[in-house]
């Protein structure tokens, strides 16, 4: 997996994408990529590119954010097949700090231990439609199975170090997504799915294991701040868009749930920026 901060000709594995966004959707403006393999190493270059994404914030359609705006933290984007564990929770807790929010975009996948990365996030959105509900639109491809460790590695050990280390791994596994709020339903069904197979996730099983949503304690940090400095108002129309999006089951119903909601707030005096 890779981890990035870079210009659009980079070739790097972290990557901080910037220089064309069109900003035409949510996950089109400056952030962290992650794509490819995760590996040993690659939560360092995360770290360094966190504050680096934060200075570059910037909303849908391209408007900066003002001083004090509570939303501004880091846009993270995955399209990776996943890699190492332990390195994939140390992403996770990192941006967990940080208050990321996290995407699988369109025509990107997301398996293995990038769902450990996903489950960071304050904010989590897959975007994308489950298979034959919308033939117009991109299908969700976020995958799972039970955690592994590399196969040379594993295979040196006798018989009950492996138990001992396989062990230890899940213990570890299961303690950081309880600590990332997700359900224990997606551990316990991590562990139905061998390490050859991968179980791919539609919206409901997204939803019903936390990997799609929000940090309940984050959303009402945003809610409160978002009032103070937005104004009710703003607060009660992005909370109806935010219903609206969820409630959508086709592209054509989420695009006329933004341009309803863009109507109302662009005739609204505020500083906000979405």
């Known amino acids: ?27 089109d403006r400056p952030r ?71 995407y699988v975009p369109p025509n990107a996948h997301c398996a293995s231990a990038c769902i450990l990365v996903l489950a960071s996030g304050a904010t989590r959105e897959v975007l994308g439609y489950d298979p034959g509900e919308n033939a117009e639109g991109p ?6 199975h039970r955690p592994t460790f590399p196969t040379e590695e594993f295979a040196a050990l006798s018989p009950e170090g492996a138990k001992i280390q396989y062990d230890h791994l899940r213990a570890l ?6 600590e990332m709020g997700m359900s224990d339903s997606l ?9 050859q197979n991968i179980m791919w996730l539609d919206k409901n099983r997204l939803k019903n294991y936390g990997l799609e949503g929000e940090d309940p304690a984050f959303a009402e940090y945003v809610h409160a701040h978002g009032v103070e400095y937005c104004g009710a108002e703003y607060m009660d129309a992005r909370d109806e868009l935010d219903r609206c999006i969820s409630g959508s089951h086709t ?9 309803t909601y863009q109507e109302k707030f ?7 920026g979405r």
């Open 251 to 259: 592209k054509k119903e989420n695009d006329v749930c933004v341009a």
């Open 266 to 272: 662009s005739r609204m005096v505020t500083p906000c």
């Open 32 to 102: 962290i990529e992650i794509t490819d393999e995760i590996r040993v190493g690659d939560s360092h270059e995360v770290e360094r590119l966190i504050p680096v994404a934060v200075a570059k914030y910037r909303y849908a359609g391209g408007k900066p954010p003002k001083l004090g705006d509570p939303w501004v933290r880091p846009v993270v984007v995955l399209d990776s097949p996943g890699g190492n564990v332990l390195e994939a929770m140390k992403i996770g807790r990192a941006l967990r700090r940080a208050r990321a929010e996290v």
């Open 173 to 178: 596994v299961r303690e950081f997504l309880n």
């Open 139 to 144: 299908v969700i491809a976020v995958g799972l």
């Open 1 to 27: 997996m890779a981890a990035a901060l870079a210009s659009a000709s980079a070739l790097a594995d972290v990557r901080f994408r910037e220089l064309f966004p069109s900003y035409t959707n949510i996950v």
């Open 187 to 195: 551990f316990q069904d991590m562990l139905r799915v061998p390490s």
